[in-house]
């Protein structure tokens, strides 16, 4: 699976590192970047939780 986070919707707030630190991390530029391509199945749940919890509804799963 591969996830992608909007830039023009993520506002940087960190709720996503705070789940999932293997996946998410925030920027120089203040928005979550996915640092970890494709992302190992054993993810999946924190994955949605952050999808879940971000207020700007910014992050997308892409199943491959």
Request: hydrophobic share 45%.
């Amino acid at each position: 699976m591969r996830v992608v986070v909007d830039q023009d919707l993520c506002m940087g707030c960190g709720v996503c590192e705070s789940i999932a630190p293997e996946i998410f991390i925030l920027g120089d530029e203040l928005h979550a970047k996915v640092i970890l391509d494709p992302i190992p199945e054993k993810y999946r749940f924190a994955v949605e939780e952050a999808i879940a919890e971000c207020p700007e509804v910014a992050i997308t799963i892409i199943e491959e």
